[in-house]
């Protein structure tokens, strides 16, 4: 039976309503995090730092850019079913002295961030967002570009009447070519850099920032358009940031609405999988380590490295990222019998890497024997996916890392067209499904 007749559509609309309030707002990671703090406060979960041993729900947020919440109901040592996701998004990031001024435009220089076709972002309107910290300590938060009475900004390309050499891809869209035009008066047209010039001003009287300010920033270059339904059926919801803040979302929602826990539960959001999983607030990071070391320490353990073991290995994993559908336009990059399809509901997928599985983490059979119970159990849909067939398509997620730390993983999502560009496409129903999914799986023991 199809999902679209199974399951309540009025639900699905409402599921796919709130989802979209969230992507609309939560345009960069630092956004999707005050997002999710605020939603778990709302929700009863306190911070870490006022954990106690007796409250039940409890979160802890690092660097502004990852965060963890969960919801203990027995001896953490006992292990927890936990979803990870990632929060970053492939986008374009400003340089740190991007400002200069040619041809007399104001542009910024920029360097692209994680896996992006190029020229998917030329021409498109773009928005400033991020903050900037002043060598004083002051935080200027900057989000310019959604609203209709502001600006937006554009990194301009070629057109075809010049155009016409013929080039190979990686030639013709070049990254240092990624120049975003941010004006073009003059504030005194005998001034050397004028333009530029104007640019700085209007900067110091909005945000009261000077162009050395730069450098202690996090400026991205997002989408200046709001999430869309698409199809004369509406059926699909096209955003900016499905991949991977879709799962996030459904994640976090998961363990707020799951009910009669037989386990604990976790959700861990990562930053910068879209680049490795390095840094800090990354998958390779220690954060959610330092979360679980500190609540085994208050609910008694006198040896926390050997509880935390005890807990990995007692812990279920759900590495929450998206699969790739099958473009009816491009059939022949995929293998059509281990590729996901629209409206089939939660893509499951075994392993992830390229080129004979180089890089992969691929669960092992007992752990997809249990999804399968459960999601069967449930009456879930789900469905099996791969990156496209042998020597064409791969790519990993953060659930290589949890595994080397020793947690049994799988790696589980809904399915999306165009991924990694500025408007990705999900299916209402498989949004919904793929909730249903994560809420029965951090559930069940």
Known sequence: MSLWRKRNLEEVEKFSKDYRKFIDEAVSERLAVNFFENLLIENGFIPLDRYTGKEEKVFYTNANKSLVAARIVNKPEDGFNIVAAHIDAPRIDLKPNPLYEDEGFALMKTHYYGGVKLYQWLNIPLALVGVVYKDDGTKVNIKIGFEENEPVFVIADLLPHLDRKDEKISEKFQGEKMNLIVGSIPLDSEEKEAVKKNVLKILKDLYNIEEEDFVSADIELVP???????????????????????????????????ENLEKSAAVILFDREEIGSEGNAGAKARFYKKFFRKILKINGSNDTEASLDELIENSFVVSADVGSLINPTYKDVHDKYNAAKVGEGIVLVKYTGSRGKAGASEAHAEVVAHVRKVLNSADIKWQVGTLGKIGIGGGGTVAKFLAEEGFNVIDMGPGLLSMHSPYELVSKVDLYETYLAYKELISKR
């Open 224 to 258: 200046a358009f709001k999430s869309r339904e698409v199809g004369f059926d509406k059926s699909l919801i096209a955003a900016y940031g499905h991949d991977d803040r879709i799962c996030a979302y459904q994640a976090i929602r998961a363990l707020i609405d799951a």
